[in-house]
């Protein structure tokens, strides 16, 4: 007998509690492909233009991070900031020195103009990063941010939704624009050998932060966290064996500490997830995405319900590229039905896309997405 029509809302959490809902919610993510398609990335527009979408709106938590922002003006106490920016071809070239009282800083960007052949919104470039040394550690301190503690735009927000979905705060890794965008990637896995004190200290600054911004997030009534690991992917060049010791320990602070309020985690890697889905299931996590398929990942859909499904919800999975981007409206269809046919009985799956769809998808594309989620994935 089928099941009585859900509300997004109703099915999501269905899906994650492992239960079947009416049909499997429908999450993929869209913003680079709606920007370009209705020149907006409002929530009140894709609501209005997506009806078939199951929400799960992703929110930053409100602290700023000074890492990753560029303002003309910086609100760092006992800090003075000296800043130029300038154009160097397609290139907006930003170049600031911290003066702190533990010390000078100073990091170098290049940042290459959104809407273009860079995509809707492309990633800087960091020439220079901030920490070159142990000795940067302290001056480090002066340039970060106080956590936001006040969330009232959040359950605005999901007043905004409704029924539609949930609203999950947005929470990075302590690599993910934090200690990665500080320090050289590189520089930090050559860190782990050479310096393993010094890789500790700077890791081990952004974890507390992010816990003590998981810990605002819940404080001020958010029911869902959003964790974002793809720094910390064996795509991003981290080996397993370092991904087991020092990666999943603090993965399952995050879980825990968002258990310990009654709220949810959302587990986020965009890149390879085979050699590392079951230690990321062991730490509790209650949804894994975004599942990324071969030839871009390497997850197989069907192992992974087999041997992670029964405690963690899947999420994602149709390649947004070869797929829903550059493949006909067949193999889209075809994508869809044998992700159903794989991951949907039982419950814990929630079909998305192995990253937001991108600009230059075929609407015709994005329509059977929409229609091949609904036929085969209703449950009976």
């Known amino acids: ?22 049909r499997v919610p429908i999450s993929p993510r869209v913003f680079a492909w709606f920007q370009t398609e209705f020149g907006s ?44 920016k300038y154009q160097d071809g397609n290139y ?115 974890q507390e932060r992010s816990l003590t911004q998981i810990k605002a997030a819940m404080e001020g009534g958010a029911k869902f966290i959003f964790g974002s690991w793809y720094f910390n992917s064996l795509s991003a060049g981290w080996s397993p064996a370092i991904f087991e010791e020092v990666f999943v320990p603090q993965i399952r602070e995050h879980v825990e500490l968002t258990h310990s309020y009654d709220a949810y985690y959302d587990y986020y890697d965009d890149g390879k997830l085979a050699g590392t889905m079951e230690m990321i299931a062991d730490t509790g996590v209650d949804v894994l995405e975004t599942c990324t398929p071969p030839p871009v990942g390497d997850f197989d859909l069907a192992t992974a319900k087999e041997k992670i499904g029964s405690k963690t919800t899947l999420k994602g999975y149709v390649d947004l590229l070869y797929v829903v981007k550059h493949g006909t409206p067949e193999l889209v269809e075809r994508s869809v039905r044998e992700a159903m046919e794989l991951a949907k009985p039982g419950g814990g799956f929630i079909i998305g896309s192995s990253d937001s769809f991108r600009e230059g998808t075929p609407r015709e594309n994005v329509d059977t997405y929409f229609e091949a989620c609904k036929r085969y994935g209703t449950y009976e």
Do not use: W
């Open 41 to 84: 990335m409002s929530l009140a527009v894709m609501m209005e233009k997506l009806p078939d979408m199951d929400f799960m709106h992703i929110i930053s938590d409100g602290t700023s991070n000074t890492l990753s922002s560029y303002p003309d003006e910086y609100n760092l106490p006992n800090v003075s900031v000296d800043q130029k």
């Open 92 to 206: 907006v070239v930003v170049e600031r020195t911290f003066h702190t009282p533990a010390g000078d800083l100073s990091d170098r960007t290049k940042i290459p103009p959104g809407g273009r052949e860079y995509g809707v919104s492309p990633n800087p470039i960091k020439t220079e990063h901030v920490v070159k040394g142990p000795d940067d550690l302290d001056a480090l301190m002066y340039i970060l941010c106080d956590i936001n503690t006040n969330f009232d735009f959040v359950h605005k927000t999901q007043e905004q939704i409704g029924e539609r979905g949930v609203v999950m705060v947005y929470i990075y890794s302590a690599l993910t624009h934090h200690a990665g965008y500080a320090r050289d990637m590189q520089d930090l896995m050559m860190d782990y050998y050479d310096d393993r004190a010094f890789f500790d200290k700077l890791v081990g600054i952004f």
């Open 1 to 22: 007998m089928r099941s009585a029509e859900m509300t997004g809302r109703e099915r999501i959490l269905a899906a994650m509690r492992h239960e079947e809902p009416d």
